[in-house]
Structure formats: C-alpha cells, structure tokens
C-alpha cells in the first residue's frame, strides 16, 4: 500500500514523512482518526516505506522490491498484527489469515465488518492476556530481513488493563524494533499507553478530497462524487457502501418524503412508507443517514447562509426551500425522530409501520410552526 492510496490525510501523512526525513520516527505511534479515515491504510503505508530500502526522495515505499511485495500481501516476516477477537484462549494469530484478507479486501475495515467475518456479532471482543504475552514473544525474536520488526496493533482501545503487560515493550523495545497502535477513541486507551506513544491525529476526508478520488477511481460524474462524498460525511467505508446506492433514489426519496409528511395527505405517507420499506434494511438506513445530514445542512445554512453549505444542485435548491418551514427545534425534533427510528430499525421494527409512523410525526412537527 502507498500512502497516495488514502485521500483527504495530508497533513498525519506529511507529519509521518518529515519524521522519517529527519530520522526521528518515534518506536510508538498511535494513529486516531474516526471510522473510514484511513488510518489503517496509512499505518501499513508507513510500515511498507519503513521496510522498503529503496524508497524514493518523498519516503514512499518503491513498490516492486521483495520487501514490498511481502510487504503489499500482509505476509512480510517482520510485519506483526495484533486485532480484537473473541475468546481468551485464542491469539491473533488464530485468525489473521481471515483479518488480512478482510484488510486487502478492504483496508478501512472496521470493528463491525470484522465481528460480522467472526460470525460473533453479538459478542464483545477483547486483546486478551494470552495476546499480550504472545506480543512479548514475538518481539523478542530477532528481525528476520528488513530493517525493523512491526507490530501493528489494530483497535487499541480493546487493549482493557491487560495491556499493561506491554508498557515496558512499549517504552523501552527491543532495538529496531516498531510500534503502530490504531485506534477511533483515545478516551477509550488505556492511559498508561496513551502515554507511552506519539500521537498522530487523523481527521474525517473532507468532501472535496473524497468526491475527487471518487471522481477519479471509479469515474464517476463531478455531482454524483459530491452526492456521495455529501453522504458518506467523510467515511471511506460509507462512501463505497454508498457508491451503489446513489443514484438508485434514496436521496430523492427522503426530500420527497419530506414534502408529502408536510402535505400530510394519509393515503401519500401510506404509499410512501411502502415504497421505502421495500428497499431492505441496509437501504433505509442510509436514507435515514442521509436525511439527518441534511437536515444538519438546513440548520447550517439557516445560520451560515449558502457559501457555507456542502450541499450542492438539486439538493441545496430543496434546502433552501425546505428552511423557510423548518425552524431550528423543529429540525431537532425531526433529527432526534430519525436517531430513535434507526435504533428501533436495527432492533427489527416492522419497517412499514416504522415509516409511515415518522411520516405522521413529521408531519406534526410541520404543523407546530
């Protein structure tokens, strides 16, 4: 992997680039950054370059020696994983094989993707004890060919206080010896690791930066790049979940939606709560998505004003009429609907009745201007 390949982290990247220029790359990093940001990518990114002996003159790994080619498949002998799993008596090693295809397949995997290929949706996973001490092990082996042993640990903040066991690996490794901890919530490492690691923060891809690798990796028309970048909120893993969505409606539907739960008319809602519940539980969650994104986009341009808005075309011509009915608590209302309506989708409600359900309290919101 290349770090070109990850849009929208110019600056952890550069930040990352002028430590290995200056030869000061610290032996701990934790990359945080939010879902579908990059960070997973950009840390094998950096561990590629680290391993690669003929990067060029901007620290980018070469591409075609045998350490990148080991490096490109996951299988490098000096580049170690460690991840969540579930069961105390297992190690990482129990299921990279299943992580690192998950991670080729798609490298702004996250937590839930991987519970679903675990087929433990329902159950909390842990780095346990035993891989904390299988961790201590691994790295007190020599490296096998390139310059440093890798350890890249993957949501860290499944580290519970077992992971104290690794505070002295951290702080004082092994020599030529590499540490790239990921995680979405420093709140949620342990502090005594927090402390031991270089922070490097990684923000969500801005909607310019994600419509124009979308525009140029799949081709797509400048509008629909934005519609889905607009979508996606700054979330890779959004952004290709969405890409077969747009342009199918669901996007037309919620602002259609919108103007029949104004008009109130039953035999309307009635139709179009059919007409969404027909598009399956994965669709209507993205609708819902959608929709409490651009109700934030009508209170921001209530606010800001047009120059300040990330909607554009059609959409922002829907906005701009749909602001001067909804005030500021009625857009709250109807936000705090869509959050309680996809927590009961996800719990199975029948979707049907679901919708037609919010049709008739929106429409009530309307009402109370």
């Known amino acids: 992997m290349q770090f070109s390949d990850f849009p929208g982290q110019d600056s952890a990247i550069n930040l990352l680039k002028g430590m290995l220029a200056a030869d000061r790359l610290p032996h701990a990093l934790l990359f945080v950054g939010p879902e579908g940001c990059g960070k997973l990518g950009v840390a094998l990114s950096l561990a590629q370059s680290v391993l690669c002996p003929n990067v060029d003159e901007d620290f980018n790994a070469c591409g075609t020696c045998n350490q990148c080619i080991k490096s490109k498949k996951l299988q490098h002998p000096d580049l170690h994983f460690s991840f969540p799993y579930v069961g105390k008596d297992y190690r990482s090693d129990d299921f990279?094989?299943?992580?690192?295809?998950?991670?080729?397949?798609?490298?702004?995997?996250?937590?839930?993707?991987?519970?679903?290929?675990?087929?433990?949706?329902?159950?909390?996973?842990?780095?346990?004890?035993?891989?904390?001490?299988?961790?201590?092990k691994k790295l007190s082996f020599k490296r096998y060919e390139?310059?440093?042993?890798?350890?890249?640990?993957?949501?860290?903040?499944?580290?519970?206080?077992?992971?104290?066991?690794?505070?002295?690996?951290?702080?004082?490794?092994?020599?030529?010896?590499?540490?790239?901890l990921i995680a979405e919530n420093t709140e949620k490492v342990l502090n005594t690791i927090l402390s031991r690691c270089q922070l490097i923060k990684f923000n969500k891809i801005s909607d310019i930066a994600l419509s124009t690798y979308l525009a140029s990796k799949y081709g797509m028309n400048e509008e629909r790049a934005k519609e889905v970048a607009f979508f996606s909120n700054g979330n890779m893993l959004d952004a290709l979940s969405g890409i077969e969505q747009v342009?199918?409606?669901?996007?037309?539907?919620?602002?259609?939606?919108?103007?029949?739960a104004y008009q109130g008319k039953p035999v309307d809602l009635v139709k179009k709560a059919e007409e969404i519940a027909t598009l399956g539980k994965d669709a209507i969650k993205q609708v819902f998505s959608y929709g409490l994104q651009f109700l934030a986009?009508?209170?921001?341009?209530?606010?800001?004003?047009?120059?300040?808005?990330?909607?554009?075309?059609?959409?922002?011509?829907?906005?701009?009429?749909?602001?001067?009915l909804l005030d500021l608590k009625a857009i709250e209302q109807m936000q705090q609907l869509l959050d309680e309506s996809s927590y009961h989708l996800e719990r199975n409600a029948n979707a049907k009745l679901l919708i037609l359900n919010m049709g008739i309290?929106?429409?009530?919101?309307?009402?109370?201007r």
């Open 146 to 180: 390139g310059a440093k042993k890798i350890m890249v640990i993957w949501m860290a903040e499944f580290l519970g206080t077992e992971g104290n066991r690794l505070l002295k690996l951290i702080e004082e490794p092994p020599e030529d010896t590499q540490f790239i």
């Open 361 to 368: 309290q929106m429409n009530a919101i309307f009402r109370m």
């Open 297 to 324: 986009e009508i209170n921001r341009l209530k606010i800001l004003g047009a120059k300040h808005s990330r909607l554009n075309g059609k959409t922002l011509d829907s906005a701009e009429k749909l602001k001067n």
């Open 247 to 260: 342009g199918k409606g669901e996007f037309d539907l919620f602002i259609d939606w919108l103007r029949k």
């Open 96 to 136: 990279v094989k299943e992580w690192k295809e998950a991670v080729l397949e798609n490298p702004y995997l996250n937590y839930d993707l991987w519970s679903n290929i675990l087929k433990v949706e329902n159950k909390q996973g842990n780095i346990y004890k035993s891989e904390c001490v299988n961790i201590i």
